[in-house]
C-alpha cells in the first residue's frame, strides 16, 4: 500500500504560481510512475502531467504545456509540480497518483492516490 499526501495548494491571482508537492510513504517509490490530475466542481477528474520512475520521460496536458513542470526526488519520495501562469480555469483540487508500470492519462488506471489539495486561482 502506498500512502500519498499533497501539500502546497493554495489561492493565488492569476498570472501567480504555486509549487504542490507529493509526499509517498513507500520506500521503492522510485519504482512508480507519478501523475498529478485535477478535478474541478462539476466535472470529472482529468490529467494534468506525469514523470516516468526514473524522471527521464515527463507527459503534459495540452491546456498546461509551457506553464506547468512536473519533477521527482527519488531520495526524497516526492514528487512536484511547478505551476506558473496560473489562470482561473485551474481552480480545482488537485490529485497526486502512483502505478508500477509507465506512464499513461487514463484516471482509471492508476492505482494510489492522495486526498488532493485545493487551488484557487482569481482573476
Known amino acids: 500500500q502506498v500512502q500519498l499526501v499533497e501539500s502546497g495548494g493554495g489561492s493565488v491571482q492569476a498570472g501567480g504560481s504555486l509549487r504542490l508537492s507529493c509526499a509517498a510513504s513507500?520506500?521503492?517509490?522510485?519504482?512508480?510512475?507519478m501523475g498529478w490530475f485535477r478535478q474541478a466542481p462539476g466535472k470529472e477528474r482529468e490529467f494534468v502531467a506525469a514523470?516516468?520512475?526514473?524522471?527521464?520521460?515527463?507527459s503534459y496536458a495540452d491546456s498546461v504545456k509551457g506553464r506547468f513542470t512536473v519533477s521527482r526526488d527519488n531520495a526524497k519520495r516526492t514528487v512536484y509540480l511547478q505551476m506558473n501562469s496560473l489562470r482561473p480555469e485551474d481552480t480545482a483540487i488537485y490529485y497526486c497518483?502512483?502505478?508500477?508500470?509507465?506512464?499513461?492519462?487514463?484516471?482509471?488506471?492508476?492505482?494510489?492516490w492522495g486526498q488532493g489539495t485545493q487551488v484557487t486561482v482569481s482573476s
Open positions: 497518483a502512483a502505478r508500477l508500470e509507465v506512464v499513461v492519462r487514463t484516471v482509471a488506471s492508476w492505482d494510489y
Open positions: 513507500t520506500r521503492t517509490f522510485s519504482r512508480y510512475a
Open positions: 514523470i516516468s520512475w526514473g524522471g527521464g520521460s515527463t
